[in-house]
């Protein structure tokens, strides 16, 4: 006989079940071997990479440990590791204190997220970063219910553009350069915490939240439950939320709450003393004066789950301890864990080309050194403009005997206008009379006749 043993990878079927198909689906089903080792950014170094430049090789250490952090920070369940506790989690690898539970229930009052954009971009940057609270139709909180800022970002990107104009003598020139258009948007998260006590039925239940790369631990899928429907909050978290309170109640998780980075969780600051007073669990008195200081975790008796990393932020949701166990255990988490940031440079229709020296601190543009100047481009730019940016050749041509044949007639005025101003200016000299001329002519040393004088025939 022989002995198998498998470590990590699907299940070994002892029936018409080859060593590659236990190999083909060993990626989905990883397991650790060992609980000591070096992390695999210490690997990178000046040794092992003497081709890197100092100026890469310390931000690839930095973003290779960073994205380490992160595989660990959405592989973390945690949750009741006691076996003995009826809040045992058979899921959680991280003890979180939970394993009794006081009962406590909390309404969930929904969310909203508002933006704003500045700047000169065509663009709206802050498309997909509105969200009104269902609850309201608005960007804000139902009644009984108080605002909780979750957390805050931009949004920013560049547009490159074209200008051309006419430039040189008397404008018969077509100059064009390309310049940049900044805009970003700021969009704030909330989310609506009750003021004090209220109607179990005014607000939403609890359905999860999941992003385009993190499932939702409800339906070990990116949705949500039967009867709920998503609402987005910062850049890509989907909380779902319903108010069918009567088919929807079975597929919800009784919520205690959000915090970040940014601000604490409103909900965890009575866990200590709301067994001392009972009238403070729902003070917003008490609210209003540990805003500050509200600690970044769960009530006593609810887990912390991390829902997404925005701008290397961390947003967590607390539901109650073992919630998730009876949907199985959930599949590793794998990496990357945010989009790329396609919108951050609108390109429009202008191609760019850079070379990178051997450092990479020094970047050539080589649209720019194979562009030509403005000198050439307006003796050849006009055909390639056409009709879009300036004139073609043709109006070039014609408004430029236009112009010279108007300049001709001016020089031609101008110099008629010269000459009989010029004359105008002489002195003034009497011409004598021509018959008057002609008799003293006659008169004067003229031989003279008189009627007894002879005549000849």
């Not at 001329?437 to 031989?447: D, F, I, K, P, V």
């Amino acid at each position: 006989h022989s002995v198998i043993n498998a470590i990590g990878g699907p299940v070994f079927q002892p029936n018409n079940f080859t060593l590659n198909q236990w190999a083909s689906g060993l990626s989905g089903d990883l397991v650790a071997v060992d609980k000591s080792g070096y992390p695999i950014y210490e690997l990178i170094s000046a040794q092992t990479l003497p081709e890197l430049p100092p100026s890469i090789l310390f931000p690839l250490v930095q973003t290779v440990k960073s994205a380490v952090e992160e595989y660990y920070k959405f592989n973390i369940y945690r949750g009741c590791t006691n076996l003995d506790s009826p809040n045992f989690s058979f899921i959680a690898n991280v003890d979180d204190g939970t394993c009794e539970s006081p009962e406590t229930n909390y309404t969930f009052g929904g969310v909203y997220q508002q933006c704003k954009q500045s700047g000169q971009l065509s663009q709206n940057l802050c498309n997909g970063l509105v969200q009104k609270n269902p609850l309201t139709g608005a960007q804000s909180c139902p009644s009984g219910y108080e605002s909780v800022l979750l957390n805050e970002g931009t949004r920013s990107a560049t547009e490159s553009r074209r200008r051309c104009h006419h430039c040189g003598f008397l404008g018969l020139r077509h100059c064009c350069d390309n310049y940049n258009v900044y805009g970003s948007a700021k969009y704030q998260s909330f989310w609506c915490v009750a003021q004090g006590h209220v109607d179990q039925q005014s607000g939403f239940q609890f359905g999860g939240i999941y992003t385009n790369k993190i499932d939702n631990p409800l339906t070990q899928s990116r949705g949500c439950p039967l009867y709920f429907y998503p609402l987005k909050l910062g850049l890509g978290m989907q909380v779902c939320v319903s108010d069918d309170y009567e088919l929807g109640f079975r597929y919800s998780v009784p919520f205690a709450g959000l915090f970040s980075c940014m601000t604490g969780n409103p909900l965890a600051v009575h866990q200590d003393t709301s067994f001392k007073n009972p009238d403070m669990l729902h003070s917003l008195s008490s609210y209003l004066k540990a805003s500050n200081n509200w600690p970044r975790g769960c009530p006593t008796g609810y887990s912390m789950h991390l829902a997404t990393i925005e701008n290397s932020c961390e947003i967590n949701y607390c539901v109650k301890a073992n919630a998730f166990s009876d949907k199985g255990l959930p599949p590793v988490r794998r990496p990357p864990f945010m989009d790329l940031p396609g919108d951050a440079y609108v390109d429009s229709g202008i191609s760019e080309e850079y070379m990178i020296s051997t450092g990479g601190e020094t970047w050539t543009d080589l649209t720019l050194a194979n562009q030509p100047n403005s000198a050439e481009e307006a003796d050849r730019g006009g055909d390639s403009q056409g009709n879009e940016d300036g004139l073609s050749s043709g109006s070039t041509a014609t408004i430029a005997i236009v112009i010279t044949l108007v300049i001709l007639a001016t020089v031609a005025m101008v110099t008629v206008m010269y000459r009989r101003h010029q004359r105008s200016r002489r002195p003034y000299h009497r011409m004598p009379n021509p018959e008057t001329g002609a008799e003293n002519r006659r008169e004067y040393g003229a031989t003279g006749h008189t009627e007894d004088s002879p005549q000849t025939a």
